[in-house]
């Protein structure tokens, strides 16, 4: 089944590579201008964030969630988890019903497929990967960071070769098929809210083939969903 996910993931990655050359990071601005709303309400998103944290055990880890997703998760002896709000367009109102700036915000936001809060675990490294496929991108907002001892973030996440270290309330978009990898180098949780944002700057053939793609994922969530609700 894994060897089946894995084939699958590199077939449409050589697709989309074909036909689609944007850079790792891109411009909030000009591909997910709704990016400035999470941005102007993150200290009332990271206060929903916080809140759910008091229950942090209670929330699943990543390869919880997808066992496909074991050799990023489980790879050592930390937790990844993550509470997912909404999902490839599927919405788990429960979990929106206890963060209701966060629910709203997605509302007015068509492109966000994909919702969810990151908990990062001390000292937890997710190892060099790759996303599935380019007809989305990934939103990046941080909302609790630990700091080291210079006042620099104490966590990065590093595309295509470059470690970016945000400080908190700050956004970035970028392509998540390019390979990249996160540390937290503290003895703290790092927390961001990650999103899953349609990409439309594409060729209209790539357009229909990531709709289809995103109707398939949206069917198997569907399926696995009451593994996500907590």
């Known amino acids: 089944m894994f060897g089946l996910y894995d084939s699958s993931v590199r077939l449409m990655r050589r697709v ?26 993150w200290q009332a998103i990271r206060a929903e964030a916080l809140d759910v944290a008091a229950n942090l055990r209670n929330i699943p880890r990543f390869h919880d969630i997808m066992r496909e997703q074991a050799d990023i998760s489980a790879n050592d002896a ?18 929106l019903k206890r ?3 966060l629910a709203s915000i997605v509302e007015q936001s068509p492109d966000v497929l994909s919702a969810s809060f990151s908990f990062l675990a001390p000292g937890k490294h997710i190892p060099p990967h790759h996303g599935p496929f380019r007809g989305i991108l990934r939103g990046y907002l941080v909302l ?10 104490a966590a990065t ?18 392509d998540d098929t390019f390979e990249h990898e996160v540390l937290n180098a503290s003895d703290q949780v790092r927390i961001v809210l990650l999103l899953d944002v349609r990409r439309r700057r594409m060729p209209f053939d ?25």
């Open 157 to 174: 996440l590093t595309v295509d070769g470059h470690a970016y270290g945000l400080h908190e309330g700050e956004f970035m978009l970028w």
């Open 99 to 101: 963060c209701p700036t």
């Open 144 to 153: 609790s960071m630990p700091l080291d001892a210079n006042g620099n973030p």
């Open 16 to 41: 989309f590579d074909s036909r689609i050359d944007d850079a790792p990071v891109l411009d909030a601005t000009r591909h997910f201008p709704d990016a400035a709303r999470f941005v102007a309400n």
């Open 206 to 230: 790539m357009r229909i083939l990531s709709n289809a793609v995103i109707s398939i994922v949206r069917l198997g969530i569907r399926l696995r969903g009451e593994k996500i609700a907590v």
């Open 78 to 95: 930390r937790d990844w988890r993550m509470y997912i709000m909404k999902a490839y367009g599927v919405a788990f109102q429960r979990n």
